[in-house]
């Protein structure tokens, strides 16, 4: 990999290494709106190209994330690898915390894969700069249950878009991934009487929430070419690759995974084959949302956050309208409403910014 090639408008990818294995990456795509604010992941990567390009990408998925829900602030992403021999020890969550802290707030660090509030504490005990910790010290908590709330309100109106109805019952649901969000999700559907299908990597989490919400089990294989109103990704990314997508039954893809889409290219293939795509960095907001708000001058309020719910459907809409105006993706859409948003903020940065000393 060319870092550099690979960089695309970021302004700073920073390498470290520290006590007890620790290699990390962080990548600041934008904080043309704010300081940037991202998630940080655990987790054993293949290879550094492979931490690498999942920073890169997270990142630029996290600065349109915030410019399409209308936050002022930037996006970044924190990648920890993971693997034989490295494990979550204090020394490595501390020294990955001063690493944090050397960026003198350009990078705000919160929850992600393979990460959790308890390790988020021993990071605060190095730097000011983490977010997303347990209420009960001053943090806004699991952002996963605002996520899916988010992706269900979504999910209602991608069928108002297509249908004129969010009404769930009846709807065929093929959910993918029932963790923090996946198994909140298929509550909330469950609860409007949707049809739901569900697979997961843990075959035993995927059978206990079938129990909790009257779902069928089948493998993820399987359930990509289920005959379903939605699909909807809640677990890993890149899921869709163009060898997949001509072969989905779906009428809808909509949910919470980060970076869906193994390529821009899958998103013009959905869209030309009728296949109503929501936005993953549109549609999962709502949790960066909730850390964001821990932010706010008077402090964190979940009642905002929940008043802040209705953006949700409210962009795609604007997302979906765009695409068909303009004949192009809802993921092209979605770019070009969070460029728009980057534009004129830049525009006006540059108006008053003072002259350059002679």
């Known amino acids: 990999m060319s870092v550099f090639k690979e960089m695309d408008g970021h302004e700073q990818v920073l390498f470290s290494s520290g006590p007890d294995g620790l290699r990390c990456v962080i990548a600041l795509h934008s904080t043309l709106l704010g300081p940037a604010l991202g998630g940080v992941r655990f987790l054993p990567y293949r290879d550094?190209?492979?931490?690498?390009?999942?920073?890169?990408?997270?990142?630029?998925?996290?600065?349109?994330?915030?410019?399409?829900?209308?936050?002022?602030?930037?996006?970044?992403?924190?990648?920890?690898?993971?693997?034989?021999?490295?494990?979550?020890?204090?020394?490595?969550?501390?020294?990955?915390?001063?690493?944090?802290?050397?960026?003198?707030?350009?990078?705000?660090?919160?929850?992600?894969?393979?990460?959790?509030?308890?390790?988020?504490?021993?990071?605060?005990?190095?730097?000011?700069?983490?977010?997303?910790?347990?209420?009960?010290?001053?943090?806004?908590?699991?952002?996963?249950?605002?996520?899916?709330?988010?992706?269900?309100?979504?999910?209602?109106?991608?069928?108002?878009?297509?249908?004129?109805?969010?009404?769930?019952?009846?709807?065929?649901?093929?959910?993918?991934?029932?963790?923090?969000?996946?198994?909140?999700l298929a509550a909330h559907l469950a609860e409007g009487g949707a049809r739901l299908t569900v697979a997961d990597i843990d075959q035993a989490k995927a059978e206990r929430v079938a129990q909790e919400c009257g779902a069928e089990v089948v493998s993820r294989e399987k359930l990509y070419l289920l005959p379903a109103d939605v699909l909807s990704p809640n677990a890993v990314g890149n899921v869709i690759d163009a060898a997949l997508v001509d072969h989905l039954r779906c009428r809808i893809v909509a949910g919470g995974a980060n970076n869906q889409l193994a390529a821009p290219a899958v998103a013009d293939r959905l869209a030309a084959r009728g296949i109503l795509y929501a936005p993953d960095f549109v549609i999962n907001a709502l949790g960066l949302i909730q850390v964001v708000d821990e932010l706010h001058p008077s402090g964190h309020d979940m009642d905002r956050v929940r008043t802040r719910a209705e953006l949700i459907p409210e962009r795609l809409v604007e997302i979906f309208t765009r695409a068909k105006n303009l004949n192009i993706s809802t993921a092209g859409a979605a770019i070009s409403m969070a460029r728009d948003r980057l534009a004129a903020v830049r525009a006006v940065r540059s108006f008053w910014l003072p002259p350059r000393c002679p």
């Open 48 to 184: 550094d190209d492979q931490a690498v390009g999942d920073a890169l990408r997270l990142s630029r998925a996290m600065t349109y994330k915030a410019a399409c829900a209308g936050l002022d602030i930037g996006g970044g992403k924190a990648v920890i690898l993971g693997g034989p021999g490295v494990e979550k020890t204090e020394a490595l969550l501390r020294a990955f915390g001063q690493v944090v802290e050397s960026l003198s707030g350009r990078f705000i660090a919160a929850c992600d894969m393979g990460i959790g509030t308890a390790d988020l504490r021993i990071m605060r005990k190095e730097s000011r700069w983490i977010r997303g910790l347990d209420a009960e010290e001053g943090g806004s908590g699991d952002s996963g249950a605002m996520t899916a709330y988010g992706v269900s309100l979504g999910i209602r109106a991608c069928l108002r878009y297509l249908d004129g109805d969010d009404t769930l019952a009846g709807r065929h649901i093929a959910i993918d991934g029932v963790g923090k969000v996946g198994s909140r």
